[in-house]
């Protein structure tokens, strides 16, 4: 069955300081990936997206993520972190099959920012 | 280009009522999928539709239904609703059925006691 794993439930990192969030899916073929953020009581915003091709994908708001098939990873990165991006951040993978648009979440990984 | 929108923002109902749910897609797009958030999890699939007809269907009991209407906007109902129904409903509408970049509304904060 298709998931998606998120490890880290909580995430503290200084102002200033690069991130890296990891994310780890399973999935038969080659997937659609995605990476979503969340502030309070919000909805999801796309951050970037992997369909095919060039496995370093560049998103919004500075952050990049890098797809490697034999890792079966979607890690995002930001290389300097800013007060206004501590929220939760979603990797997600996308179902195919009779599932149509489905997409699959991992469980959130709720990043804080130290001044 | 007006955004996916969704009403009520927040709703209060006790065990066994029924609840309904609405959804306006972002203009251009004809698809919308409902997700249930409980509270420290990740969005959950509910449903999609595509073109007014329902298009993949997740892990919930019949209780759960929902609506495309012409213009595209969508509907989710839930029966006999029980405590843990309580959760955040969130809308995300596409272009094309199966299409996976979906945009999200601000989402329907439910509670139910």
């Known amino acids: 069955a298709q998931s998606v794993t998120q490890p880290d439930i909580h995430i503290t990192v200084s102002e200033g300081a690069s991130l890296e969030l990891r994310c780890n899916y399973s999935?038969?073929?080659?997937?659609?990936l995605f990476w979503y953020v969340q502030s309070p009581g919000q909805g999801l915003q796309l951050l970037l997206k992997?369909?095919?091709?060039?496995?370093l994908v560049q998103g919004i708001k500075g952050f990049e993520a890098e797809f490697k098939r034999s890792q079966s990873s979607f890690n995002l990165r930001k290389p300097s972190v800013h007060w206004s991006d501590a929220a939760e951040y979603f990797c997600?993978?996308?179902?195919?099959?009779?599932?149509?648009?489905?997409?699959?979440f991992g469980q959130g990984t709720e990043l804080s920012v130290k001044p | 280009e007006t955004g996916v929108t969704q009403s009520p923002t927040h709703l209060i109902k006790t065990r066994g009522q029924q609840v309904t749910l609405r959804c306006s897609s972002q203009?251009?797009?004809?698809?919308v999928s409902w997700y249930q958030q409980a509270l420290g999890q990740g969005p959950q699939f509910i449903f999609q539709?595509?073109?007014?007809?329902?298009?993949g269907r997740g892990n919930f009991p019949p209780r759960f239904s929902g609506l495309q209407f012409p213009n595209y906007s969508s509907e989710l109902n839930v029966n006999a609703l029980e405590l843990d129904d309580s959760a955040l409903y969130l809308c995300?509408?596409?272009?094309?059925?199966?299409?996976?970049?979906?945009?999200f509304g601000p989402g329907t904060r439910l509670t139910v006691l």
């Open positions: 995300a509408s596409s272009s094309g059925g199966g299409s996976h970049e979906q945009f």
């Open positions: 999935y038969g073929a080659t997937p659609y």
């Open positions: 992997y369909f095919s091709g060039d496995t």
């Open positions: 997600a993978v996308g179902a195919t099959g009779n599932q149509g648009g489905k997409l699959i």
């Open positions: 203009s251009g797009h004809n698809t």
């Open positions: 539709y595509y073109r007014e007809e329902e298009n």
